[in-house]
């Protein structure tokens, strides 16, 4: 499915309207570059979950856990470059715990994704407008 967005917050509403039609275990492989509305994104799907947290993107720290019921967890892979590095960040345990992740940079770690993942990609129209596809789940 393809949308537009024309702000963050329409961004953070397509995000939560995906996060309510999940379940544990879930991937979500978001592609796109520097500044498309990702961690954005994230935010709506924490909204989506019903979790209060303060969503930033996970640049420096690569994985940032908000909880819930299944947990949500957010992964920056902008720096993984090789399979230890992904092992390291603990991507496949919090798959096999059953939590919906939330990928930005999927790019860095296309082979290791499920065949099932949800991808998302972000594609610049403006300053302010993006085009959204959505594969992988029915919205």
């Known amino acids: 499915m393809v949308f537009e967005s024309h702000s963050p917050s ?15 275990g879930r991937v979500v492989a978001m592609f796109g570059g520097l500044g498309m509305g990702k961690t954005a994104f994230v935010r709506g799907m924490a909204e989506g979950r019903g979790l209060k ?3 930033s993107s996970p640049t420096f720290a ?22 230890d ?35 998302v990609t972000f594609e610049r129209l403006s300053d302010t ?4 596809t959505v594969e992988g789940v029915a919205l």
Do not use: K
């Open 85 to 119: 590095d992904l092992y390291s960040t603990g991507f496949f345990d919090y798959i096999d715990m059953g939590a919906i992740l939330a990928v930005e940079w999927s790019e860095q770690i296309e082979g290791a994704l499920p065949e099932d993942a949800v991808r």
């Open 10 to 24: 329409q961004t953070e509403a397509l995000g939560a309207r995906l996060a309510a039609a999940l379940d544990g």
């Open 53 to 55: 947290a303060e969503v």
């Open 62 to 83: 690569l994985v940032q856990d908000y909880g819930g019921q299944p947990p949500l967890v957010h992964f920056d892979m902008y720096r993984i470059e090789t399979w």
């Open 129 to 132: 407008d993006r085009r959204i």
